[in-house]
T-cell receptor, first 113, second 114 residues
Framework: DGGITQSPKYLFRKEGQNVTLSCEQNLNHDAMYWYRQDPGQGLRLIYYSQIVNDFQKGDIAEGYSVSREKKESFPLTVTSAQKNPTAFYLC????????????FGQGTRLTVV | GENVEQHPSTLSVQEGDSAVIKCTYSDSASNYFPWYKQELGKRPQLIIDIRSNVGEKKDQRIAVTLNKTAKHFSLHITETQPEDSAVYFCAAPKGVPGYSTLTFGKGTMLLVSP
């Protein structure tokens, strides 16, 4: 069953701790993206990767880090430097660098207490 | 960079009515405009998209129109049904083809009352 999978669905962490969100796809897509969704704010781009071993900052990259060691995996680390980490995080992938459909994971809701 | 404005933020209609959501964009080089639907607690999914070589595209009850001169595009849903209730996002590309991302509008919550 092809698709893009995020885990876990819900995540709770204490303030000051780093946390890593998982994103895996078996669609053989080159491009992968991380978005943050807050109420009334739409989807804001955190980081994206167009190819393995390469990634670029999006509009709100501060306090986040990523890696792209494998084509199918694009984990996001929310560091203690992120001032407001509580949010809904969406991972997405698209077939390549051209403009076309983005497929989203089911999201991870991170709550920092 | 690309700036996408979406209106209205909420839209309430009666079942069977039409709904229209509008978006404007800033980058005149953009030529791909998708619309995504996100039901409560679920992932966004593409429902329709349009490229700038056409002015209108239809798929059953949904349609998208594009006015490149005015830099705006709209989603039209006819004969709305309760299952159309969701948040709808428009998007436009940021960057050149080959190395670009999508910039999303802030979303429109559509509520269809039976």
């Amino acid at each position: 069953d092809g698709g893009i999978t995020q885990s876990p669905k819900y995540l709770f962490r204490k303030e000051g701790q780093n946390v890593t969100l998982s994103c895996e796809q078996n669609l053989n897509h080159d491009a992968m993206y991380w978005y943050r969704q807050d109420p009334g704010q739409g989807l804001r781009l955190i980081y994206y990767s167009q190819i393995v071993n390469d990634f670029q900052k999006g509009d709100i990259a501060e306090g986040y880090s990523v890696s792209r060691e494998k084509k199918e995996s694009f984990p996001l680390t929310v560091t203690s430097a992120q001032k407001n980490p509580t949010a809904f995080y969406l991972c997405a992938s698209s077939i390549d660098r051209t403009w076309g459909e983005a497929f989203f994971g089911q999201g991870t809701r991170l709550t920092v207490v | 960079g690309e700036n996408v404005e979406q209106h209205p933020s909420t839209l309430s209609v009666q079942e069977g009515d039409s709904a229209v959501i509008k978006c404007t964009y800033s980058d005149s080089a953009s030529n791909y405009f998708p619309w995504y639907k996100q039901e409560l607690g679920k992932r966004p999914q593409l429902i329709i998209d349009i490229r700038s070589n056409v002015g209108e595209k239809k798929d059953q009850r949904i349609a998208v129109t594009l006015n490149k001169t005015a830099k705006h595009f709209s989603l039209h849903i006819t004969e709305t049904q309760p299952e159309d209730s969701a948040v709808y996002f428009c998007a436009a590309p940021k960057g050149v083809p080959g190395y670009s991302t999508l910039t999303f509008g802030k979303g429109t919550m559509l509520l269809v009352s039976p």
